[in-house]
């Protein structure tokens, strides 16, 4: 497929709010593309890029290349020069670079042009774009769109479905089974801003701690026990305490879900650094299991004995949950009734805080699981209001951090896949993410200005703040009030962060 005809169809289905044009443009497109030019399509069109950083900041884009006069790139050409672009290292990097830009651009017609700077400043990012493709596929090959979503959800990738079904037509679905052995993207939870709050929404729901680690997915089958992140990482070889203790489980073939993380010998959780820092490290693990022991806490069955269990209501899941793993291993829960058990609900969340975690998740009782899905019925309650908010800018600090990257500027996604800044904040920053930043944001700079950068929009970091302002600076008409930075999530993507509507919807108080 030629470049030119992706860089047309992106600009047309930019230019239409309606969502049936969307979707007919892109059964369009399916019906055209080959089923190799898939994986290099569907995240174009969304605006990622899939070789992730490319090193192309500024410095390197800003060059006057007269455009080509007629279209020659396939994508696949485009594609295999930016993978090169991001390859290259060492010194005179940014020349080389800066000299690949320049002949890829000069190949390029004006319009495609216009399309790869969109690109690779991250102005064409199109987040919702993935919900139409789903239905424009199901149009291109006949397949019915819920077979294809559910698909999706147990392939954890758009990309891998799409290239089966242009492959093999509808009957390719039947491969995308829930499996031991492949992992599915876990269910998420919503925000509510009080246990009343959350109650008053599912109705019958279980109150459940929320351990402040991270997400692990285990599957067994026999001898073999598989450890997966929620970005579906392999983390087997890092946590093999865990290993050993799906092994000891009574079950044969099950998926677990659960939350891996460090106690100290008093039963309190250590901090959440200490927890990732263990799980993100590869070298030495005998080491490292030995100074920061983990432990695994399930909290949802997926799968048991070959059957899956994911259209099964929570109670029914967590039966099966309750009879393969033993309590010290599974969440403590209590199960509320509706609002007339508020107190015990209250009295849940409390005693789990005096614990040491960092809040509570209300789970409704006959929700199936929605793997890969911010369910409406899961809902997770916290004391301390955060947010994952992405960095669009970060000014130049001063005195102890003349040199480093600072005063971070912060969007929230707005509905039409832009993002509205909310406040900036340089506190809660340590040392480390203050070196860490400002080298990452050095990268992902577009301009420069006296000031600073500003960035292209790809770095998630979780804001504590104290609640909302009104303001007339920011273009949402609101402010954070003493915003701190808690952490960068390099698991979030920028699709993943917090947007305006939801934060606004939390605030009543501000927006009445
Ligand atoms: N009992 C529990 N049930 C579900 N998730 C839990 C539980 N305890 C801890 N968690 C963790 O909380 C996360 C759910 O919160 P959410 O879906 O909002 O993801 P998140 O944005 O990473 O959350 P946060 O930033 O609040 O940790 C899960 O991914 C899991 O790691």
Not at 132 to 154: F, H, I, K, N, Q
């Amino acid at each position: 497929m030629l470049f030119a005809q992706l860089a047309n169809l992106s600009h047309q289905v930019a230019a239409t709010s309606a969502r049936s044009r969307k979707t007919a443009l892109l059964a369009e497109l399916f019906r055209e593309a080959d089923a190799e030019d898939v994986p290099i399509v569907i995240p174009y069109l969304a605006g990622r890029l899939p070789q992730g950083r490319l090193g192309i900041g500024w410095k390197v884009l800003d060059q006057d290349v007269a455009p080509a006069a007629e279209p020659t790139l396939a994508v696949r050409d485009v594609d295999a020069r930016l993978t090169e672009i991001g390859g290259v290292t060492g010194t005179g990097s940014q020349a080389e670079r800066r000299r690949l830009v320049g002949e890829l651009l000069a190949a390029a017609t004006d319009v495609e042009q216009r399309y790869l700077f969109g690109l690779l400043t991250g102005e064409v990012r199109q987040g919702a774009l993935d919900a139409v493709a789903v239905e424009g596929l199901a149009s291109a090959t006949g397949a019915p769109p819920a077979d294809v979503r559910r698909a999706v959800m147990l392939a954890g990738s758009l990309q891998t479905v799409a290239q089966a079904l242009l492959a093999d037509g509808p009957p390719a679905l039947e491969r995308f089974r829930l499996t031991v052995g492949r992992p599915v993207l876990p269910m998420l939870a919503h925000s509510a801003s009080s246990v009343a709050e959350a109650v008053e929404k599912l109705g019958a729901c279980a109150v459940e701690e929320k351990l402040d680690g991270i997400r692990v997915q285990v599957h067994r089958d026999g001898p073999d026990v598989r450890l997966y992140t929620r970005t579906l990482d392999d983390i087997t070889d890092r946590l093999p305490e865990l290993t050993a203790a799906a092994l000891e489980l009574r079950g044969e073939r099950f998926i677990l879900d659960g939350e891996v993380i460090a106690f100290d010998e008093t039963g309190r959780p250590r901090s959440f650094q200490e927890t990732a820092g263990r799980v993100g490290s590869r070298l030495d693990v005998a080491t490292a299991a030995e100074q920061v022991p983990v432990s695994p806490v399930f909290f949802d069955a997926l799968s048991m004995d070959g059957r899956d269990l994911l259209d099964l209501p929570f109670t029914e899941r967590h039966t099966e949950l309750a009879r393969l793993v033993p309590e010290p291993m599974r969440v403590r829960r209590t199960l509320v009734h509706g609002p007339d058990d508020l107190a015990e609900a209250e009295r849940f969340l409390a005693d789990t805080l005096v614990r040491g975690h960092e809040g509570v998740v209300l789970k409704a009782l006959d929700a199936a699981y929605s793997a890969g899905r911010r369910g409406a019925s899961w809902l997770k309650v916290k004391p301390v209001h955060t947010l994952d908010l992405v960095v669009l800018a970060a000014e130049w600090g001063h005195g102890r951090r003349t040199g480093k990257l600072s005063n971070l500027h912060l969007g929230a996604r707005t509905a039409d896949e832009g993002f509205a800044m909310l406040g900036k904040t340089f506190k809660g920053m340590t040392d480390a993410m203050l070196t860490w930043q400002t080298e990452r944001l050095r990268e992902l700079a577009v301009e420069e200005k006296r000031w600073g950068v500003t960035v292209r929009p790809e770095l998630v970091v979780e804001i504590a703040y104290d609640g909302l302002q009104r303001s007339t600076r920011y273009p949402a008409g609101v402010t954070l009030r003493f915003a701190r930075v808690i952490r960068y999530r390099e698991d979030k993507s920028p699709a993943e962060a917090d947007t305006v509507e939801t934060l606004l919807a939390a605030h009543p108080e501000v927006t009445r």
